[in-house]
């Protein structure tokens, strides 16, 4: 009998662990992965605890994040982070040269970090605070980062691997110390009850995303390998099974997927089941509710309840993935002039990369959520008018969103074209079909973009000042 193959084990990072790669049958990029990630929440404890603000300056602590982001990066992908590091330092360069007015425009070629620090920068020294939202005004940075501060923001050890993005002024208090006080500030805490400024500890919020890390990779370790997406699209199944048979384990498969990355961002990035390696750092206060609780879900990722009960497309998205949402609603959606949906989904697509996977589930997904806004806004307000209506319509509409969202989102996990196709011609197209008739036969109702009408006065604004001028 011929031996079985052994776990993929070539990466680029580094080999030490391979024998613990080899005893738990995962592959070594994994291991090292999740390593990197254990010893960065151990970092994180004694980071918060022993170079805090009050026992060394802000350059130590930055020093620090850096160097650790960079080894991290180096013990994961090897030389292939050399890519990391001259895009950083490219970037770098080109923030201190360009022209203030076109600083945004170099930089929309890389990751999520640049692109923020990018806009912030622009909005803060190249626009005028009356041409900008709310939101933008408050992010905005009017002095250019060190290269230290540039680095510490972009490598930091507790986020280099996989995340999140956070916003440059929240990062640089936190190092300097003034993260949790400015938030308690921006909740007005002495309203809370408090007597005096209170210092919130994260070690309960850690141990909480803890055991919901533990619990998703169990989950991850049973559920998706009893249940393989590949075999929605394998030529049996699909020829001895029902539609309906093969709709239902489309959305168990699906289901049974949502774990690995239920584990992965709540080990990594902070959110009400999420980031121990950030809250543990003491990063990720939001500030105080109603009853006094602290809350550590500045950069939440996901909310799995949320999520897992979402009644509409959008309700979803915003729930999942919630910092890259956050990222594209600041870069491209409150900054398109025309079609927001449609250009901030083709820019995910893009951000994603390039599998065909990504872009057919991109393309879907801006089908899914126009239609499912067609919807709600031509019939959702006959069901408020009592609680019994309200119900079912939740019902129903939760349940059409859950199988939307899984048909949505099978090709990203399949990746290739041919898989796809294959899944959809088995599904007989049946969501695409029905969303482009919805949106033919429904009319559509203009959307009230505060954003919108502010671009509109801005622009009016800038001709009144030319004709003054």
Same mark, same amino acid.
């Given at each position: *009998?011929?031996?079985?193959?052994?776990?993929?084990?070539?990466?680029?990072?580094?080999?030490?662990?391979?024998?613990?790669?080899?005893?738990?049958?995962?592959?070594?990029?994994?291991? /090292?992965?999740?390593?990197?990630?254990?010893?960065?929440?151990?970092? &994180?404890?004694?980071?918060?605890?022993?170079?805090?603000?009050?026992?060394?300056?802000?350059?130590?602590?930055?020093?620090?994040?850096?160097?650790?982001?960079?080894?991290?990066?180096?013990?994961?992908?090897?030389?292939?982070?050399?890519?990391?590091?001259?895009?950083?330092?490219?970037?770098?360069?080109?923030?201190?040269?360009?022209?203030?007015? /076109?600083?945004?425009?170099?930089?929309?070629?890389?990751?999520?970090? =640049?692109?923020?620090?990018?806009?912030?920068?622009?909005?803060?020294?190249?626009?005028?605070?009356?041409?900008?939202? &709310?939101?933008?005004?408050?992010?905005?940075?009017?002095?250019?980062?060190?290269?230290?501060?540039?680095?510490?923001?972009?490598?930091?050890?507790?986020?280099?691997?996989?995340?999140?993005?956070?916003?440059?002024?929240? !990062?640089?208090?936190?190092?300097?110390?003034?993260?949790?006080?400015?938030?308690?500030?921006?909740?007005?805490?002495?309203?809370?009850?408090?007597?005096?400024?209170?210092?919130?500890?994260?070690?309960?919020?850690?141990?909480?995303?803890?055991? =919901?890390?533990?619990?998703?990779?169990?989950?991850?370790?049973?559920?998706?390998?009893?249940?393989?997406?590949?075999?929605?699209?394998?030529?049996?199944?699909?020829? /001895?099974?029902?539609?309906?048979?093969?709709?239902?384990?489309?959305?168990?498969? *699906?289901?049974?997927?949502?774990?690995?990355?239920?584990?992965?961002?709540?080990?990594?990035?902070?959110?009400?089941?999420?980031?121990?390696?950030?809250?543990?750092?003491?990063?990720?206060?939001?500030?105080?509710?109603?009853?006094?609780?602290?809350?550590?879900?500045?950069?939440?990722?996901?909310?799995?309840?949320?999520?897992?009960?979402?009644?509409?497309?959008?309700?979803?998205?915003?729930?999942?993935?919630?910092?890259?949402?956050?990222?594209?609603?600041?870069?491209? !959606?409150?900054?398109?002039?025309?079609?927001?949906?449609?250009?901030?989904?083709?820019?995910?697509?893009?951000?994603?990369?390039?599998?065909?996977?990504?872009?057919?589930?991109? =393309?879907?997904?801006?089908? *899914?959520?126009? &239609?499912?806004?067609?919807?709600?806004? /031509?019939?959702?307000?006959?069901?408020?008018?009592?609680?019994?209506?309200?119900?079912?319509?939740?019902?129903?509409?939760?349940?059409?969103?859950?199988?939307?969202?899984?048909?949505?989102?099978?090709?990203?996990?399949?990746?290739?074209?041919?898989?796809?196709?294959?899944? !959809?011609?088995?599904?007989?197209?049946?969501?695409?079909?029905?969303?482009?008739?919805?949106?033919?036969?429904?009319?559509?109702?203009?959307?009230?973009?505060? *954003?919108?009408?502010?671009?509109?006065?801005?622009?009016?604004?800038?001709?009144?000042?030319?004709?003054?001028?």
């Amino acid at each position: *009998m011929a031996e079985a193959p052994g776990v993929p084990y070539r990466t680029t990072g580094s080999t030490l662990l391979h024998p613990l790669s080899q005893l738990l049958g995962i592959p070594l990029d994994q291991v /090292n992965f999740v390593a990197c990630q254990l010893f960065a929440l151990l970092a &994180a404890f004694w980071f918060r605890i022993y170079l805090s603000p009050s026992n060394v300056s802000s350059v130590v602590r930055h020093a620090f994040a850096t160097l650790f982001g960079i080894y991290f990066a180096v013990f994961c992908f090897g030389w292939y982070s050399i890519h990391i590091f001259v895009l950083v330092m490219m970037s770098y360069g080109i923030m201190n040269i360009a022209s203030i007015p /076109n600083i945004h425009s170099p930089l929309m070629i890389i990751t999520q970090k =640049i692109t923020t620090l990018a806009f912030q920068v622009h909005d803060g020294i190249g626009r005028r605070p009356e041409d900008l939202t &709310a939101e933008q005004n408050r992010l905005a940075v009017k002095i250019r980062p060190s290269l230290l501060e540039y680095l510490s923001y972009l490598l930091n050890f507790m986020s280099v691997i996989a995340g999140p993005c956070s916003n440059y002024k929240d !990062y640089i208090a936190f190092i300097e110390g003034r993260h949790v006080h400015m938030k308690l500030l921006e909740v007005n805490w002495k309203q809370k009850g408090y007597d005096r400024l209170p210092d919130p500890s994260p070690t309960g919020a850690v141990i909480y995303k803890l055991c =919901i890390t533990f619990v998703s990779l169990l989950l991850f370790l049973t559920l998706t390998k009893t249940y393989p997406v590949t075999y929605i699209v394998d030529s049996q199944f699909i020829n /001895n099974t029902s539609f309906l048979s093969r709709l239902g384990y489309l959305y168990i498969a *699906m289901q049974a997927s949502k774990p690995k990355y239920y584990f992965a961002w709540t080990l990594v990035c902070i959110d009400v089941t999420a980031d121990a390696v950030n809250n543990a750092a003491g990063y990720g206060f939001s500030g105080v509710d109603e009853q006094g609780n602290f809350h550590w879900d500045l950069l939440s990722n996901l909310n799995i309840w949320n999520i897992e009960t979402a009644t509409s497309f959008k309700m979803y998205i915003e729930n999942w993935n919630i910092q890259t949402a956050a990222w594209l609603k600041r870069v491209c !959606y409150d900054r398109a002039p025309w079609y927001p949906t449609a250009l901030t989904f083709i820019l995910s697509a893009l951000w994603h990369g390039v599998y065909p996977g990504y872009y057919f589930t991109f =393309i879907t997904g801006l089908l *899914m959520t126009l &239609a499912s806004r067609a919807i709600r806004n /031509n019939y959702r307000h006959y069901f408020l008018s009592s609680k019994s209506l309200k119900v079912v319509y939740d019902i129903v509409t939760w349940f059409v969103t859950q199988l939307a969202v899984c048909y949505t989102v099978a090709p990203f996990v399949m990746l290739a074209v041919e898989p796809t196709i294959k899944l !959809y011609k088995s599904m007989y197209f049946h969501m695409h079909i029905l969303s482009l008739l919805l949106l033919l036969v429904l009319p559509i109702k203009p959307q009230d973009h505060t *954003m919108r009408q502010l671009q509109n006065q801005v622009t009016h604004s800038s001709v009144k000042d030319k004709k003054e001028k």
